[in-house]
T-cell receptor, first 111, second 114 residues
């Protein structure tokens, strides 16, 4: 079952904050976040594990709400370099290597 | 450090022609390997994955096949390409040493079918 990402697209001015959500109808075991710039390969940002803590990477952080079966990616004080499409990938089971990716959220940061 | 190589970067093929895309990983042993396809403006669709030499799991029935002849080599093939095979093909690897490891992507092959 493909996770649902929202919003589909968002436009920010430099310095503004954004939240991208990733929801699943099935139980979540882990959530992976990636960023893909136009024409390039996706780049790994972070993994959130069931029962794990909120993670952070510079001004990008994420949370995992087991009860809501949802993960959220927080981008604080956005920079032009944050532009791209953000994908969440959910593990299919507790011991699964395979990920099912959402359709992505296109983030555009403008000056 | 680990690196992943994919080639060719771009490919234009006529309908009905064969296909071979290659992916190799360096700097790690027994990686998990994956082939994804990404249609224009869409998400990542897992096509095949492999946890070892000769072990291939197919996700979606189609006219594509995959092989892993060596530990760090993963090949995507087709005998006869269809128009619907156009897309951005990405190879990825992850460590087999533990669960919940990140997947690292190659630069991709942009395939256009005419």
């Amino acid at each position: 079952q493909q996770p649902v990402q929202s919003p589909q697209a968002v436009i920010l001015r430099e310095g503004e904050d954004a939240v991208i959500n990733c929801s699943s109808s099935k139980a979540l075991y882990s959530v992976h976040w990636y960023r893909q710039k136009h024409g390039e390969a996706p780049v790994f940002l972070m993994i959130l594990l069931k029962g794990g803590e909120q993670k952070g990477h510079d001004k990008i952080s994420a949370s995992f709400n087991e009860k809501k079966q949802q993960s959220s990616l927080y981008l604080t004080a956005s920079q032009l370099s944050y532009s791209g499409t953000y994908f969440c990938g959910t593990a299919r089971g507790a011991g699964s290597y395979q990920l099912t990716f959402g359709k992505g959220t296109k983030l555009s940061v403008i000056p | 450090s680990q690196t992943i190589h994919q080639w060719p970067a771009t490919l234009v093929q006529p309908v009905g022609s064969p296909l071979s895309l290659e992916c190799t990983v360096e700097g790690t042993s027994n990686p998990n390997l994956y082939w994804y396809r990404q249609a224009a403006g869409r998400g990542l669709q897992l096509l095949f994955y492999s946890v070892g030499i000769g072990q291939i799991s197919s996700e979606v029935p189609q006219n594509l096949s995959a092989s892993r002849p060596q530990d760090r080599q993963f090949i995507l093939s087709s005998k006869k390409l269809l128009l619907s095979d156009s897309g951005f093909y990405l190879c990825a690897w992850s460590s087999e040493q533990a669960m919940n490891q990140p997947q690292h992507f190659g630069d991709g092959t942009r395939l256009s079918i005419l």
